[in-house]
């Protein structure tokens, strides 16, 4: 049964960092491009940033761009994404995402919130 967990949400201060950290069971992790999104109340889940399977390819909305870094452990089947000069805005619900045998499977989620 492929899973994924995430760890790491909380409150934060504006300019806090946070890091999320996503584990994965079921599937062959190192084989997949691994994901993170959010979902902010009343708006639709938006991706975050994107990384390739070996990690040497990642991709990063412009809004998190220069602030976020994603990455993976493939010994350990975990995708982190750091989240440093946290904005208000950046409050949301992160979910961990893998699109396996075309499929969208995702994580429970865990609550991001910036608020002082």
């Known amino acids: 049964q492929v899973q994924l967990v995430e760890r790491g949400g909380g409150l934060v201060q504006p300019g806090g960092s946070l890091r999320l950290s996503c584990v994965a069971s079921g599937f062959t992790f190192s084989r997949y491009s691994m994901s993170w999104y959010r979902q902010a109340p009343g708006k639709e889940r938006e991706l975050v940033a994107r990384i390739s399977s070996a990690g040497g390819s990642t991709t990063y909305a412009d809004s998190v761009k220069g602030r976020f870094t994603i990455s993976r452990d493939n010994a350990k089947n975990t995708v982190y994404l750091q989240m440093n000069s946290l904005k208000p805005e950046d409050t949301a619900v992160y979910f961990c995402?893998?699109?396996?045998?075309?499929?969208?499977?995702w994580g429970q989620g865990t609550q991001v919130t910036v608020s002082s």
């Open positions: 995402n893998v699109a396996y045998w075309g499929y969208d499977v």
